[in-house]
């Protein structure tokens, strides 16, 4: 993970994104903490972490449940909408 701060962002990047990010395939101000907060995406206006996970396509075509607290399933894509 590395964490950047200039002026008024503070990013967040996990070492995952970071070849995605250099190719242009995430848009680095997903990772911007400072900015989200900014939006409402802190524990202040909030109780939980939005988060979509991800399954693995071997998983995700044998049709699992959606863990608790999960809103609906996205088959098309492999994952689920969390908190």
């Known amino acids: 993970m590395h964490v950047q701060q200039a002026d008024d962002t503070l990013s967040v990047l996990p070492d995952e ?3 995605l990010l250099a190719a242009g395939k995430l848009d680095r101000r997903l990772f911007d903490v400072a900015a989200l907060a900014r939006m409402g995406y ?12 991800s399954y693995g396509a071997q998983t995700f075509r044998s049709g699992p449940t959606a ?12 994952a689920a909408a969390c908190g």
């Open 17 to 19: 994104a970071l070849p």
């Open 42 to 53: 802190d524990d202040a206006h909030g109780d939980g972490i939005p988060l979509i996970a």
């Open 67 to 78: 863990p608790r607290g999960t809103g609906r399933p996205h088959r098309r894509v492999g």
